[in-house]
């Protein structure tokens, strides 16, 4: 049998990636304030996470201006969302095997 | 060893848990139940004291119009009084939730308001053609009914997409709704503790629970 502990993602191991993954999960885009406010996390350390996830292109990011500020707002791409899923279908796994 | 760095029933369950947190529609204000509460006492209070004339008018027998003249018009003010209610709650709604949404840093227009729109319109919709044919059919003595019931279904819907209080209004309004189904002829009093009380209790509750 194949090791369900390999499908796993190393990127998901931190609860705060973990989180903000959940959340793009069920809302189509978000934007900082809205992750900020949700997982109750600082900006730096809500943008370190992001800029991680970001690099692996498992969200992708879009800026523009509501009004006179500006706006980041962040959308999970589909590899990201087939990881979350790899993810949690091996974490589900886990807990069957214990 | 990585498998000791991660639990997986607690990594589940913070996900089910942020899930649902981030997927509902939290910038509902109960201010806005309170306003609509407000606004169909005095709507209730306009059809009854002046209207209907403190019941000095018999509801029935003017809807009906035994002289033929008096009812339509009767009826064109409840259902002017009634529109005029719905569209400031409306209203209200909108105002003091994008109030809220400014305070609280939310943003107001997201895939939770949507949803929880679309899901709350549809038996709303649904309840006001219903009442159009009751209307129609001259059938006047269930719209009471039928506006509560179809309204309760409405928020029941909506709920699930929001605050659980807005879920046990929707089944309170179900049940006056039923209620008002027996009782015909108290059908603005039944209108009034469902439409203006328990909005304005219900209301209260919200902003008391979620707000201060």
Same mark, same amino acid.
Request: charged content about 15%.
């Given at each position: 049998?194949?090791?369900?502990?390999?499908?796993?993602?190393?990127?998901?191991?931190?609860?705060?990636?973990?989180?903000?993954?959940?959340?793009?999960?069920?809302?189509?885009?978000?934007?900082?304030?809205?992750?900020?406010?949700?997982?109750?996390?600082?900006?730096?350390?809500?943008?370190?996470?992001?800029?991680?996830?970001?690099?692996?292109?498992?969200?992708?990011?879009? @800026?523009?201006?509501?009004?006179? @500020?500006?706006?980041?707002?962040? @959308?999970?791409?589909?590899?990201?969302?087939?990881?979350?899923?790899?993810?949690?279908?091996?974490?589900? @796994?886990?807990?069957?095997?214990? | 060893?990585?498998?000791?760095? +991660?639990?997986?029933?607690?990594?589940?369950?913070?996900?089910?848990? +942020?899930?649902?947190?981030?997927?509902?529609?939290?910038?509902?204000?109960?201010?806005?139940? +309170?306003?609509?509460?407000?606004?169909?006492?005095?709507?209730?209070?306009?059809?009854?004291?002046?209207?209907?004339?403190?019941?000095?008018?018999?509801?029935?027998?003017?809807?009906?119009?035994?002289?033929?003249?008096?009812?339509?018009?009767? !009826?064109? =003010?409840?259902? $002017?009084?009634?529109?005029?209610?719905?569209?400031?709650?409306? /209203?209200?709604?909108?105002?003091?939730?994008?109030?809220?949404?400014?305070?609280?840093?939310?943003?107001?227009?997201?895939? $939770?308001? !949507?949803?929880? /729109?679309?899901?709350?319109?549809?038996?709303?919709?649904?309840?006001?053609?219903?009442?159009?044919?009751?209307?129609?059919?001259?059938?006047?003595?269930?719209?009471?009914?039928?506006?509560?019931?179809?309204?309760?279904? $409405?928020?029941?819907?909506?709920?699930?997409?929001?605050?659980?209080?807005?879920? =046990? /209004?929707?089944?309170?309004?179900?049940?006056?709704?039923?209620?008002?189904?027996?009782?015909?002829?108290?059908?603005?009093?039944?209108?009034?503790?469902?439409?203006?009380?328990?909005?304005?209790?219900?209301?209260?509750?919200? =902003?008391? !629970?979620?707000?201060?």
């Amino acid at each position: 049998m194949k090791n369900p502990i390999s499908n796993l993602q190393k990127v998901f191991e931190s609860r705060i990636r973990l989180g903000i993954m959940s959340a793009l999960m069920v809302n189509e885009t978000l934007d900082f304030n809205a992750l900020k406010e949700l997982l109750a996390l600082t900006d730096g350390n809500l943008a370190s996470h992001l800029k991680a996830l970001e690099q692996q292109e498992i969200v992708e990011v879009s @800026k523009q201006f509501v009004g006179r @500020k500006p706006s980041t707002t962040y @959308k999970a791409t589909d590899s990201g969302r087939n990881l979350f899923r790899q993810h949690l279908a091996a974490l589900e @796994k886990l807990i069957n095997n214990q | 060893m990585r498998t000791n760095s +991660i639990n997986p029933r607690e990594d589940l369950q913070a996900i089910r848990e +942020i899930m649902e947190r981030s997927s509902k529609f939290l910038s509902l204000s109960g201010l806005s139940g +309170i306003f609509a509460g407000v606004c169909a006492l005095v709507g209730a209070g306009v059809a009854w004291f002046i209207v209907l004339d403190s019941g000095n008018v018999c509801f029935d027998e003017y809807m009906y119009g035994s002289d033929g003249s008096a009812g339509p018009a009767l !009826r064109a =003010y409840l259902a $002017s009084v009634s529109l005029l209610v719905l569209g400031l709650a409306l /209203l209200g709604a909108f105002y003091f939730s994008l109030r809220k949404a400014r305070k609280t840093g939310l943003q107001f227009w997201t895939n $939770s308001s !949507r949803r929880i /729109l679309i899901h709350l319109l549809i038996p709303l919709f649904a309840g006001g053609l219903f009442i159009l044919i009751l209307l129609l059919q001259q059938n006047f003595v269930l719209v009471a009914s039928a506006m509560l019931i179809f309204y309760g279904l $409405s928020l029941v819907n909506a709920g699930k997409f929001t605050f659980s209080e807005l879920h =046990y /209004l929707g089944l309170t309004e179900i049940g006056l709704g039923i209620l008002a189904g027996f009782f015909v002829h108290q059908g603005l009093l039944f209108w009034a503790i469902g439409f203006g009380l328990m909005h304005i209790i219900y209301g209260a509750v919200m =902003y008391y !629970r979620h707000e201060r």
